[in-house]
């Protein structure tokens, strides 16, 4: 009995052994127009099971590029479509830019240096003090990930002015987000009022 780990390996494995066979029959027919009409029947049958892709715009070009690389493009026929070659289908593709700057916070991330940098360029007025206060509400956000005792608002107007180095000098009263801790109080309220959605939802 022969398994098929004892064959030689698939190029399309999602085709199947029967369309390699047929494949490899139709490399060795001499006459070009018989080997055209099957490669013609090829494609219907490899088509036939994949018939839920037929609305894709390239779906029959990635079918005669399927056929060419099963016939390891050794088959002489003339294809309906620029197939792929040989040297750009194993090619590896581009690197992706990875940015290797350093963060000085891990905690805050680099996207939040970006805001930090751009608040330093604008002038001052209303429209910077917005944006300081949202980079504010985000380094808290930021910092209680790691840190989910407490949040010191000293801490973090003492990070922004390292930070900017001494541009952005603030109180916790200029920032006004000493109300951004939750109480006793209001956790309780948050609390309590899950376990009465949990209760309504049982009901």
Not at 107 to 112: C, N
Not at 151 to 179: M, W
Request: with cysteine; glycine share 2%; proline share 5%.
């Amino acid at each position: 009995m022969q398994y098929n780990t004892q064959q030689p390996r698939l190029p399309m494995p999602e085709y199947g052994r029967s369309v390699q066979n047929m494949v490899n029959h139709a490399l060795t027919i001499t006459d070009r127009e018989e080997r055209q009409r099957c490669a013609n029947t090829i494609i219907k049958i490899m088509g036939n099971m994949y018939p839920l892709l037929r609305d894709l715009p390239d779906f029959k070009q990635k079918l005669w590029d399927h056929l060419a690389i099963m016939a390891d493009f050794k088959l002489d026929i003339d294809y309906p479509y620029e197939i792929v070659q040989p040297d750009t289908l194993n090619s590896a593709p581009e690197r992706i830019p990875y940015s290797n700057g350093r963060i000085r916070y891990r905690h805050y991330g680099f996207f939040l240096e970006r805001l930090i940098k751009k608040a330093m360029e604008m002038p001052e007025g209303e429209e910077r003090a917005q944006l300081v206060h949202l980079i504010a509400i985000q380094m808290r956000k930021n910092f209680i990930t790691w840190n989910k005792d407490s949040v010191e608002i000293q801490k973090l107007i003492s990070d922004l002015e390292d930070y900017t180095h001494g541009a952005i000098r603030l109180t916790e009263e200029d920032l006004e987000i000493t109300d951004l801790e939750p109480s006793a109080a209001q956790r309780h309220r948050t609390v309590f009022a899950l376990q009465r959605r949990r209760a309504a939802k049982k009901k």
